[in-house]
């Protein structure tokens, strides 16, 4: 079939296993899970840390020695 196809044997597992167009479920599942994870993306990046890993440990040290 590759053969006849022009592709290498390589080239032909792969597309049968891994196909370049997701399926109707693949892309349904897909845009599920974008909309489950867009509201704790955003919640994570709104109550991200703002310094540096320096920063907050020179404030624990500073905090220990008190």
């Known amino acids: 079939m590759a053969s006849l196809r022009g592709q290498t044997i390589k ?3 792969l597309g049968r ?3 370049e167009t ?3 479920d693949e892309a349904e ?10 509201p704790r993306i955003q919640a994570a990046q709104e ?7 320096r920063q907050v440990f020179e404030e624990t ?3 220990m020695r008190s």
């Open 11 to 13: 080239d032909y597992v």
């Open 17 to 19: 296993v891994l196909p």
């Open 22 to 24: 997701p399926t109707e």
């Open 29 to 38: 599942a897909l845009h599920q899970l974008e909309a489950f994870l867009e």
């Open 47 to 53: 109550t991200a840390v703002k310094k540096s890993v």
């Open 61 to 63: 040290h500073q905090e």
